[in-house]
Nanobody
Framework: QVQLVESGGGSVQAGGSLRLSCGVSGATYRSNCMGWFRQAPGKEREGVGTIFDNGGFYYGDSVKGRFTINRDQNAMYLQMNNLKPEDTAMYYC?????????????????????WGQGTQVTVSS
């Protein structure tokens, strides 16, 4: 188990930027893949992007070129630029157990064992 706590959400106008943070603590297992997901009301949870231990980055098509994931020893970050109203959602960070990079690259929520509580992002037009 690992504790994940998201922060940095808020309200912004279209074209603006936000940086989300995911604090990581209390890990009882080693994870080699972490990711960001989002869920808008009435929609399924969507993979935003993942980062694998060897430095591999994977992004959903809707955010490529606008969102960037980074990670340090104790946290993971999501830099979101050129935000659009359709980016409005609850954003979650998540961690896997030890997985193959192919699993990390497919951005499937079912592959992730632990989740934070989420932080809301609202983009107005």
């Amino acid at each position: 188990q690992v504790q994940l706590v998201e922060s940095g959400g808020g309200s912004v106008q279209a074209g603006g930027s936000l940086r989300l943070s995911c604090g990581v603590s209390g890990a009882t297992y080693r994870s080699n893949c972490m990711g960001w997901f989002r869920q808008a009301p009435g929609k399924e949870r969507e993979g935003v992007g993942t980062i694998f231990d060897n430095g591999g980055f994977y992004y959903g098509d809707s955010v490529k070129g606008r969102f960037t994931i980074n990670r340090d020893q104790n946290a993971m970050y999501l830099q979101m630029n050129n935000l659009k109203p359709e980016d409005t959602a609850m954003y979650y960070c998540a961690a896997t157990r030890i997985v193959r990079e192919e699993v990390c690259s497919r951005l499937q929520s079912r592959d992730f064992a632990d989740w934070g509580q989420g932080t809301q992002v609202t983009v107005s037009s």
